[in-house]
């Protein structure tokens, strides 16, 4: 099946426990597959029809649900950001809202604010609750510029041992380099952008903090600077390093040494 989030995880889950063999694809890869057999024409019965010709053809990787526990956690992260969303919209809101509704608007926010904390409870319990996920989450914050909450987002989102090496990491989280080059007219460098975006946003101002205070991505971004690169390079060059040095700490079971290089 195509990934379509929270959609297409449901029934690949279900799907998974009556025994199936499951695998979840980028639309991307569908789409090329049916751009070279030049399909013309877009159904329910064709587009079903080609991705069963693409499975048989291509022989996706079999899909594997993360862990029950991870996937307790990954419900209680991602309900967290859906409020904060809410909660910053009231926010924004209440800025300009009329008089006679303000007090609607506050309770509103009070009650999001509530509900936020009690999830972060039950998050913090959870993880107090499974030794392994307790472990992680301490190493994780051992690196400057991993907080707490960013250490409950990788671990909601990525299970570490299941990546062989840090560049499949980063490159499922997609933030490894892309290039474009043609003749001596066109040569781009950008990021890939193909895969987790939640882990892109989330790793997003944990990169700009780690330029700061992380010696090891500090002087990444030190190098990129005196290159001559853009911000943004840089920053996606920060994001990719810290996703390298999780996968590190975790691989090797120990806490973040500035002196030390993760073999990853």
Request: charged content about 25%.
């Amino acid at each position: 099946m195509e990934a379509t989030g929270s959609y297409s995880e449901a029934v690949a889950v279900f799907l998974h426990e009556q025994g199936y063999r499951v695998s979840i694809v980028n639309p991307l890869r569908i789409k090329g597959y049916a751009q070279s057999n030049l399909r013309r024409n877009k159904t329910d019965r064709l587009d079903a029809r080609l991705i069963a010709s693409f499975c048989q053809t291509q022989e996706p990787d079999e899909w594997l649900p993360p862990s029950a526990e991870v996937r307790h956690l990954q419900s209680l992260v991602r309900r967290i950001e859906t409020l904060e969303g809410m909660l910053q919209a009231e926010q924004n809101r209440l800025a300009n809202a009329a008089c006679e509704v303000q007090p609607s608007v506050e309770r509103i926010i009070e009650l999001l604010k509530a509900e936020i904390s009690e999830l972060e409870r039950q998050i913090k319990q959870h993880i107090e609750s499974h030794p392994h996920l307790k472990e992680q989450s301490a190493l994780l914050q051992t690196i400057p510029g991993i907080g707490r909450r960013t250490a409950q987002f990788l671990l909601s989102e990525v299970e570490f041992a299941r990546y062989h090496s840090a560049r499949a990491l980063a490159a499922q989280a997609g933030v490894v380099p892309r290039q474009r080059q043609s003749g001596t007219s066109l040569k781009q460098t950008n990021l890939s952008k193909l895969g987790n975006g939640r882990l892109r946003k989330a790793l997003y101002f944990p990169a700009i903090v780690a330029t700061q205070h992380n010696e090891i991505i500090k002087e990444v971004a030190v190098r990129l600077r005196k290159k001559g690169k853009a911000p943004m390079q840089v920053v996606c060059a920060a994001m990719r390093k810290l996703l390298h040095i999780a996968f590190g700490v975790l691989k090797h079971g120990r806490p973040f040494d500035s002196s030390l290089a993760f073999s990853a």
